[in-house]
């Protein structure tokens, strides 16, 4: 079937769908094959279930009454519909991809832009080769700006999905040491990352860059570009206070996040400069931002039994937990304790980056902290402050046998770790 026809029936059906237990009406079913598992199969349950077509890509399992629809590649078929779904529509396109805070930043713009515009944005981290596609098939006539996150682990992912988002304007939120076993190095990262400023490069279109962040300076020097930062002509953007919650200075407006951590000061300046840029009021800008509370484990401040908790659990990697843990050592607070959990994806370079955490934490005693992790227990120290637990199980252990006395908690490790599962003892 020809994409015309089969974006035709796409415009009948409104929506797609990929996993049978969130099957809708009259949706269209892409039986999308994995590593593990063969979307082939449920073509029947998938149709049982209200699916009006069924996109497949194994012949046994082809009907002849019309509910299947026989293609070569069902992912590429997706991702081909998802690009001609955004040519087929009037909407602006803003990528946005970065090493750490992609998902904050992207709410926040978000936030900002959905005041003056009608907006639809990545929802969750539906951010990779399948999840673009789908943010992009989410998009109605009425989207006047459409916000796409981009995640990647390897080299030429972000080439791939700006070929079929297309995107009309980008950002980068930094470059840090995130999936060194997919990209091998922070330059590996660095090139990675960049393969959204080669796409606007070639389309002409523009970036939104950070000009406190020297290597984004360097690297979008051939790019079209309107920039931000404290001292900035395009967008200025103050840094008031970050001792506890995030507060800002933009044009006469002192904005109050219920965000934590100087880290966030970024994605809070990048929000307001895409806001300036589109024209968004300052009034509507400072509302959005301060009306933003983080969810999903993401720097939520929590109060619990006497504690007060930053739980940044759902993600990590060396750069963000320095970050982190710098901010809190900085963060107000009598008693404090860190309980942190392992960084995947490092590859070969885990056993250094843990061993580093490990030493900042040795050399600068600013509280208790609980290790937890394969490769957090082999690390090597002598200091008294610092706990270290292999598994989960001993970890929870030791808290309901020695609870934690009133104080303030930093909760941070990668999303296998599932750390705020503490919560449940503290």
Known sequence: MKIEALHQLFLKSKTVCTDTRKITKNCLFFALTGDNFDGNIFTEEALQKGASKVIIDKLQFHKNTGETILCKNVLEKLQELANYHRNYLNTTILALTGSNGKTTTKELINAVLETTYTTTATVGNLNNHIGVPLTL?????????????????????????CTIAQPDYGYITNFGKA?????????????????????????????????????????????????????????????????AQLKVAYKNEE????????????????AIAIGQYFKVSAENIKKAIESYVPTNNRSQIIQQNGHTILLDAY???????????ENFQQAAGEHKVMILGDMFELGSSAEREHQAIVDFLSENNFGSVYLVGENFSKTKTE????????????????????????????????????????????
């Open 137 to 161: 098939l989410s998009m109605t006539a009425e989207t006047e700006m459409g916000i796409v996150e981009m995640g990647a682990n390897h080299l030429k992912e972000i080439e791939q999905l």
């Open 179 to 243: 999936h060194l076993e997919g990209f091998g190095s922070l330059e590996g990262v660095i090139k990675g990352k960049t393969e959204l400023y080669e796409s606007l490069q070639k389309n002409n279109k523009l970036a939104f860059v950070n000009t406190e962040d020297p290597k984004q300076v360097e690297i979008s020097k051939p790019l079209k570009k309107y920039t931000f930062g404290k001292t900035n002509e395009d967008c200025n953007v103050t840094l008031l206070d970050s001792s």
């Open 255 to 270: 904005i109050t996040s219920n965000l934590v951590g100087l880290y966030n000061y970024t994605n809070i300046a990048a």
């Open 315 to 325: 993600n990590a990697n060396p750069t963000s937990m320095l970050a982190a843990l």
């Open 383 to 426: 200091a008294s402050h610092i706990s270290k637990y292999s598994a989960f199980d001993s970890l929870e252990k030791e808290l309901n046998h020695t609870p934690v006395s009133k104080s303030t908690i930093l909760i941070k490790g990668s999303r296998g770790m599932a750390l705020e599962r503490t919560l449940k003892f503290l």
